[in-house]
């Protein structure tokens, strides 16, 4: 199995006319594959996996796992609220070429996700699925929020590798690394907790930054673990404006426009979000330039 550590990126999934564009796919890949990034998330939030039928993420984990190298990772994003869903899911994309398979906390039932139910969820889960488990947990989006403790059970399974922590509680993410084993993984989850994640003890980091930025997010990790505190926080707040820009201020429209900003290919996010408008398109020009992203 593939070791799981380093800077990845939750890819945006590039669309024309409303289809998936898999030969735009393939060009922001040949600039992705020359930089340090040891992997990628493909169905992730930022890769809009909401707005994906079954087939188009299928045909996706496929798409992605020809376009890269072997050695580098493909994490699949599989998780619903469905057990039996999930687990059917994330076995075709371990099919087509999946490493590992990102699963996203159950949080329909609000009210009823507690403890017991994430350990029973995860458990079967796991159980029954040809590739190692990440557990997901991203509050933002969910709004619900897993326990360390709980995180510290579930790493007791053989067939549960880690975490993706997309939370910026770096308490949070301190404690899971500290009740985990050490070869349970946890993984930063936003730029903008990078930098004291990897001080911290993390693995590595899934950002949405990295579609723009894998070289700095890359040198981040580093820096950070090669003991050169001052040159990764420096290198840290100079990426907060534009992770803040791309995910907080303007989301998938805004990560799409800073690529295409980038001479990657973003594009327009599918319906129903809307693109960025062109006032604040050049906001955000400004804000890649400051960061020295733009000439």
């Not at 898999?22 to 707005?51: A, C, H, I, P």
């Not at 990764?232 to 998938?252: F, S």
Request: net charge neutral; charged share 20%.
């Amino acid at each position: 199995m593939k070791q799981l550590n380093g800077i990845m990126p939750p890819i945006a999934t590039p669309f024309l006319n409303g289809e998936v564009a898999y030969d735009k796919l393939k060009q922001n890949f040949l600039r992705w594959n020359k930089t340090g990034l040891s992997g990628y998330v493909v169905m992730g939030s930022n890769g809009e996996s909401v707005f994906l039928t079954r087939e188009e993420k299928l045909k996706l984990v496929e798409a992605v796992r020809t376009n890269i190298p072997e050695q580098k990772l493909l994490i699949a994003g599989t998780g619903s609220d469905s057990i039996k869903e999930t687990i059917s899911l994330s076995n075709d994309a371990a099919d087509r070429g999946a490493d590992y398979a990102l699963i996203l906390t159950p949080s329909f039932y609000k009210s009823e996700m507690k403890p017991a139910a994430y350990i029973k969820y995860f458990t079967e889960v796991a159980d029954n699925t040809k590739v190692p488990v990440i557990i997901y947990n991203v509050p933002k989006f969910t709004g619900v929020d897993i326990e360390a403790e709980t995180v510290a059970k579930l790493s007791a399974h053989k067939n549960i590798a880690g975490i993706k922590n997309s939370s910026e509680n770096i308490r949070q993410t301190t404690e899971i690394i500290d009740q985990t084993p050490d070869d349970f993984v946890t993984i930063i989850g936003t730029a903008s907790v990078l930098y004291p994640g990897i001080a911290a003890g993390a693995n590595g980091g899934i950002l949405a930054l990295a579609n723009i930025a894998p070289d700095e997010c890359v040198q981040i990790q580093k820096l950070a673990e090669s003991g050169k505190h001052k040159e990764a926080l420096d290198l840290q707040k100079r990426m907060l404006p534009v992770n803040k820009a791309i995910t907080a201020r303007y989301g998938v429209a805004g990560l799409k426009a800073a690529m295409d900003m980038l001479g990657y290919f973003g594009g327009e996010p599918r319906s129903p979000l809307s693109p960025l408008n062109e006032g604040d398109k050049q906001l955000l020009k400004q804000i890649l330039i400051n960061a020295g992203l733009i000439n």
